[in-house]
């Protein structure tokens, strides 16, 4: 629903069901690997932890008040996903992947390379 409804502050996050059934999944299989138990709860731990970062980053870009010069290129770069063409620019909170594997709408790239020259 957030791409239908994306200024909606409730439809922001991942759904707490489905969340918790894909951590167990993951917990589970780390111990199917036969880590030892402190192998699988760090990486669990990395894992919400990275997560954490991500929802709020996202949510704060929809509904926050920018004031840094790299989070107003986040939200340019997010919002043009959801207002412009959502087949480009997947990395909300590190862009940077959008640039790794080539997710970056040309025409934002053009955009860009027009306020450098």
Known sequence: YHHI????????TFPPVPAFIIALIIYCSTGLCLLPIEYGLAIMGALL????????THYYLHHGNLF????????THHLYHHYRN??????????IFDT?????????LQQRKKKLE
């Not at 409804?5 to 922001?12: S, V």
């Not at 087949?87 to 590190?94: L, R, T, V």
């Not at 790794?100 to 934002?108: A, E, G, H, I, S």
């Open 68 to 75: 840094l010069v790299l989070t107003k290129h986040l939200r």
């Open 100 to 108: 790794l594997f080539n997710t970056t709408d040309p025409v934002l």
């Open 86 to 95: 959502d087949q480009y620019n997947f990395g909300i909170s590190m862009w």
């Open 5 to 12: 409804y994306p200024n909606d502050h409730l439809r922001l």
């Open 49 to 56: 932890f990275g997560y954490t970062c991500y929802d709020v």
